[in-house]
């Protein structure tokens, strides 16, 4: 049975910094690309980062750009997301999921397997 489970949320102020962890199990996780992705109260889901399954190859939403780093660790089976400089409109659930496709991709339904959420709350 696949598992990724989501570490790291909590609250902080703006302009604070949170790291998010995602750990993979059951499924064989170098060959995946991983993506992050989060939802406000009352907005739909969306795209936040992704990282090809190598890591040499990382794509940002425009809003995080500069702000956000995702990596990962295969000899870890983890993924990681840095959140640095952040503010009340990055307040979500983030998710992180597992894409067996060619490419990194940003589209929520090309993922194959999501995490069950980790709260992220940036106060001002």
């Known amino acids: 049975q696949v598992q990724l489970v989501e570490s790291g949320g909590g609250s902080v102020q703006a302009g604070g910094s949170l790291r998010l962890s995602c750990a993979a199990s059951?499924?064989?996780?170098?060959?995946?690309?991983m993506g992050w992705f989060r939802q406000a109260p009352g907005k739909e889901r969306e795209f936040v980062a992704a990282i090809r399954r190598s890591g040499s190859i990382t794509y940002y939403a425009d809003s995080v750009k500069g702000r956000f780093t995702i990596s990962r660790d295969n000899t870890k089976n983890t993924v990681y997301l840095q959140m640095n400089s952040l503010k009340p409109a990055d307040t979500a659930v983030y998710y992180c999921?597992?894409?067996?496709?060619?490419?990194?991709?940003?589209?929520?339904?090309?993922?194959?397997?999501w995490g069950q959420g980790t709260q992220v709350t940036v106060s001002s």
């Open positions: 059951g499924l064989i996780y170098s060959p995946y690309n």
């Open positions: 999921a597992a894409d067996n496709n060619i490419h990194i991709t940003q589209g929520a339904d090309e993922y194959d397997y």
